[in-house]
């Protein structure tokens, strides 16, 4: 089992950037793929990014390939979420996620954690 805290949400300038932590606990979180989703009001959870076990593979929602960059540091049982170039669009909460297979699906995904709120000003 692994609990996950995010961190790093606030409010930002388009434009600007943020970058989104997500440590883990327990000592098996290399053995999970980890993936980042976000949620806005009123709408269903979306697909933002994931990363494989061993950092070698990553994945990206259409909306924000070229902007945001996943990575992981299993040595500190973290995942990062660099955001670059935010838009007002991307205001949502954002989740981490673990789970077993390399998927976009979100029950795919076992554990989660309590999301961080990203607001982007226009």
């Known amino acids: 089992q692994v609990q996950l805290v995010e961190s790093g949400g606030g409010l930002v300038q388009a434009g600007g950037s943020l970058r989104l932590s997500c440590a883990g606990t327990?000592?098996?979180?290399?053995?999970?793929?980890m993936g980042w989703f976000r949620q806005a009001p009123g709408k269903e959870r979306e697909f933002v990014a994931l990363?494989?076990?061993?950092?070698?593979?990553?994945r990206y929602g259409d909306s924000v390939k070229g902007r945001f960059t996943i990575s992981r540091d299993n040595a500190k049982n973290t995942v990062y979420l660099q955001m670059n170039s935010l838009k007002p669009e991307d205001t949502a909460v954002y989740f981490c996620?673990?789970?077993?297979?390399?998927?976009?699906?979100?029950?795919?995904?076992?554990?989660w954690g309590q999301g961080t709120q990203v607001t982007v000003s226009s």
């Open positions: 996620a673990a789970g077993g297979a390399v998927s976009v699906a979100t029950y795919a995904y076992r554990y």
């Open positions: 327990g000592r098996t979180f290399s053995s999970y793929v």
């Open positions: 990363i494989s076990w061993g950092g070698s593979s990553t």
